[in-house]
């Protein structure tokens, strides 16, 4: 529990850390976050006109459902990609052998690995989904709110999770960045298209090694139907992923060889 | 005529650098299969619930491996690059050499995009076959004027970025132009064709240079008519003036307020 709490006041910190240097450049990171959030917004444009060609529902969604997974998978990525933005660099700091410096320090490595950087214009796509929600569910519909909220969460702490498991091979293999970028890029085209349009295998894999299907489609479900067991398998299996990569990273960390590089963390 | 060898040369080396590096293409080639692949299955469920605007699931997929294959083959980071050139200074070492930068420019990306169009045309070809088939009433004869088309798409795409990375002479920031540059050219003309738009918005898109980077060409090789091709080859040329003229203005603008320090 003391670890815990110990990792949460870390997180705070660095988030503390990254707000006020964002702040320092005010002008350039309220343009990215806008230009982010308009950016996309463009795709509420894409589904208006293909459910007007159709004017029915897609792949088992209607429009506001197709609005709701966006909502869930872009404030998740924000939210991701406001406090652990380092996820995308794991292999770079692995091969550089920038991660010396992160094993010097009395931190959780991974966690302080992490919640070193942040990215400004994922405050756009946070912002975008508490927009979208506003605008496309109402205020009054507190089930889809309450589940949005824990899409975000959850979601954001998986995307996170799915980008550290694939990075992490680099212990194992060497140079895998490809394999990091293409992890995220399904993990998001997964999220941001109806369910019902994909079958078989990448169905499987939805559940599995990408688990889109618990960023968003499964809050979507809770949001229309509320069902307790099918929270508590959202819950549980999120948990199970996020320890998993945990875990996985750990036992790569075990095979990093130190490069000797000297560097400064200012 | 030696100008012209000149910007030759940088286009042989630049061709040259692309397969050389050709391993490079191969996160490329993952991206736009899965692009394909999500947008297959996409458009697949969308006709499931009935025809759209005229075009056949097989031309709808045949259409979207040809407009990413333009955006693939339009990759050539000048908005990025030229953005850190114009911030951290470096471009004041290009500006005495016996080249107009603008045109360098061009010349030194066109082998990377020539490149691109060649091997993500191999793999445009390969997933619209296994996918959906051959495209209906499809004719070789025609491809040379869809390539044509194509190639300008290519020009406008270029040059309008340039200018957009160009404004980083007098603007600090200006990546929020770039997104919505960039959504707009995906929006009126990549993911879907204009004949999907309300009547309305789709006689203001064709005033626009937007889809004429994309939409144009991969209509004509996914559906071509004489008719279609004499309508939009001229706006094609038309709005490539209007990008070279801006880039090489933004370019004139720019560098006229440099200052440069020896040291």
Not at chain 2, 186 to 196: K, S, Y
């Given at each position: 529990?003391?670890?815990?709490?110990?990792?949460?006041?870390?997180?705070?910190?660095?988030?503390?850390?990254?707000?006020?240097?964002?702040?320092?450049?005010?002008?350039?990171?309220?343009?990215?976050?806008?230009?982010?959030?308009?950016?996309?917004?463009?795709?509420?444009?894409?589904?208006?006109?293909?459910?007007?060609?159709?004017?029915?529902?897609?792949?088992?969604?209607?429009?506001?459902?197709?609005?709701?997974?966006?909502?869930?998978?872009?404030?998740?990525?924000?939210?991701?990609?406001i406090l652990f933005a380092n996820m995308n660099n794991i292999t770079r700091l692995i091969i550089s052998g920038e991660l010396d410096t992160f094993l010097l320090q009395p931190k959780d490595v991974l966690i302080n690995l992490l919640c070193a950087k942040t990215t400004l214009s994922a405050w756009g796509d946070l912002a975008y989904g508490f927009i979208l929600m506003a605008l496309t569910q109402g205020s009054a519909d507190g089930s889809a709110w309450a589940m949005f909220l824990v899409g975000m969460v959850i979601g954001g702490l998986l995307m996170t999770a799915v980008s550290v498991m694939a990075h992490t091979f680099t212990f194992y293999f060497?140079?895998?960045?490809?394999?990091?970028?293409?992890?995220?890029?399904?993990?998001?085209?997964?999220?941001?298209?109806?369910?019902?349009?994909?079958?078989?295998?990448?169905?499987?894999?939805?559940?599995?090694?990408?688990?889109?299907?618990?960023?968003?489609?499964?809050?979507?479900?809770?949001?229309?139907?509320?069902?307790?067991?099918?929270?508590?398998?959202?819950?549980?299996?999120?948990?199970?992923?996020?320890?998993?990569?945990?875990?996985?990273f750990y036992r790569g960390l075990k095979k990093y060889e130190s490069g000797n590089l000297i560097i400064t963390r200012m | 005529m030696r100008a012209l060898r000149k910007y030759g040369t940088v286009l042989r080396l630049s061709l040259q650098n692309a397969f050389v590096y050709r391993s490079n293409v191969i996160g490329g080639f993952l991206f736009y299969t899965v692009f394909i692949f999500v947008f297959f299955n996409l458009w697949r469920a969308i006709y499931r619930e009935g025809q759209v605007a005229g075009y056949s699931l097989t031309q709808m997929v045949w259409y979207l491996c040809m407009t990413e294959l333009i955006?693939?083959?339009?990759?050539?980071?000048?908005?990025?690059?030229m953005n850190e050139e114009v911030k951290s200074g470096s471009i004041a070492y290009q500006l005495n050499k016996p080249y107009h930068y603008v045109v360098y420019q061009f010349f030194n990306a066109a082998g990377g995009m020539l490149f691109n169009l060649i091997i993500y045309g191999i793999l445009a070809i390969i997933l619209g076959m296994i996918m959906v088939g051959p495209i209906p009433g499809f004719r070789l004869a025609n491809l040379p004027f869809a390539l044509i088309s194509a190639l300008l798409g290519m020009v406008i795409n270029f040059f309008f970025l340039m200018t957009l990375g160009l404004t980083s002479f007098r603007l600090e920031e200006n990546f929020a132009f770039f997104l919505i540059y960039q959504k707009l050219v995906?929006?009126?003309?990549?993911?879907?064709?204009?004949?999907?738009l309300p009547g309305w918005l789709q006689g203001i898109t064709r005033c626009l240079p937007f889809p004429y980077v994309t939409w144009a060409p991969a209509r004509l090789i996914v559906a071509f008519?004489?008719?279609?091709?004499r309508e939009v080859l001229p706006v094609q040329f038309l709005w490539a003036l209007v990008s070279v003229l801006s880039a090489l203005g933004m370019y004139r603008y720019g560098v006229a307020g440099i200052q440069a320090h020896g040291g």
């Open positions: 529990m003391k670890r815990i709490g110990s990792i949460l006041k870390l997180i705070a910190l660095y988030f503390k850390v990254n707000l006020s240097s964002a702040m320092e450049y005010r002008g350039s990171f309220l343009l990215q976050a806008f230009g982010m959030a308009l950016s996309n917004g463009s795709f509420v444009f894409f589904w208006w006109i293909a459910f007007q060609q159709i004017g029915g529902r897609i792949g088992g969604y209607d429009f506001k459902d197709v609005m709701f997974i966006w909502a869930v998978a872009s404030s998740a990525f924000g939210a991701s990609n060497g140079d895998a960045s490809l394999i990091g970028g293409m992890a995220l890029e399904l993990t998001i085209n997964f999220c941001i298209y109806p369910e019902g349009i994909y079958r078989g295998f990448v169905r499987l894999l939805m559940v599995t090694l990408i688990p889109a299907t618990f960023i968003v489609h499964v809050p979507l479900r809770l949001a229309r139907t509320f069902h307790p067991l099918l929270l508590a398998i959202l819950l549980g299996v999120s948990l199970l992923y996020c320890c998993l990569a945990y875990w996985f | 955006m693939f083959g339009c990759k050539s980071n000048i908005y990025g690059q995906f929006m009126l003309g990549m993911f879907i064709p204009v004949e999907f008519s004489w008719e279609f091709f």
